[in-house]
């Protein structure tokens, strides 16, 4: 029995490790013991501008629940927001959702991971054109290099459902009570994206490292939180670059911008740029300059010659 469970454990970890992101969103897992309370832990600060914070939770392995850190992850396109994975309960078992990207927050089981994901959708900050906002009432950014910030407490306060909870599945015996209200629904019909590739890799190390079990580390992780971003130096934004926007979700991004129609295509301005470094607009005149007075022709005198003229 004992090597059948771990030929199917292997099973499965050989199965996250192939699958893309988006296939294994739709792979769930059902356990019968709740997880472990959410651990206390503090937020790296955010190193620069583009990166998203994506909370710790349990996950589970071949030798039970293991703790998945924290990390700052790049946003995959404009606008991207990430719904937190959770835990519920469901004909007497616990199942795992996974986490997904979307232009909403959706609904995660009210379950409080801290730092703008109280339980109720994201105020931890905002998409404000191209660029992205943070919360600094419960972001913890580098004001060196992050210089996008606002600070709005009201909001945090209106978006906890269990204040100060730890309690990390929802429903069932013990579990947070909350019911997907009409802002969590609507997220639902968004087009979605799974994880991104370096939230699978990071994933899969927490899932290897033995330290991250909890029946190694008893609810306490060594590694909470990652330090470093995931994947900065190839994906998402770069510091004042562009972005790398995806062809399946522009639709959705035009529609978000401004209430901007779906045919709405971006200005080009490079065509004017050299109107306007000469400081004229297209329809300007040369103006007229007043005649000069006419000057006689200077008297050219007879060419030197010898041996040191050059011609």
Known sequence: MKHVRSMRWLWLALLVWVLPAPSYAGVFISVGFAPPPLPVYVQP???????MWVPGYWAYGPEGYYWVPGAWVPAPYEGALWTPPYWGWDG??????????????????????????????????????HRFE???????????????????????ERSYVERGSRVAYSGGPGGIRHMANAQERLAERDQHMGRTSFQAQHMNMAMRDRSAYFNHNHGQPQNL????????????????????????????????????PQNWQQPQYRQQQPQYRQGRPQNRQPQSRPQEQSRPAPQRGPEPRGDNWRR
Do not use: K
């Open 92 to 129: 007497g078992l616990y199942m795992f959702h996974p986490g997904y990207w979307g232009l909403h927050v959706g609904y995660y089981g009210g379950i409080n991971y801290g730092f703008g994901y109280m339980g109720i959708g994201f105020v931890g900050g905002r998409w404000y054109g």
């Open 45 to 51: 600060p955010c190193p620069e501008p583009g990166l």
């Open 225 to 260: 939180a990652a330090q470093r971003p995931l994947g900065r130096q190839s994906y998402g934004a770069p510091a004042g670059g562009a972005w790398q926007r995806q062809p399946q979700y522009r639709q959705q991004q035009a529609q978000y911008r401004q209430g901007r």
């Open 134 to 156: 943070y919360n600094t009432a419960v972001m913890h950014v580098d004001r060196r290099f992050v210089h996008d910030t606002y600070e709005d407490r009201a909001i945090v």
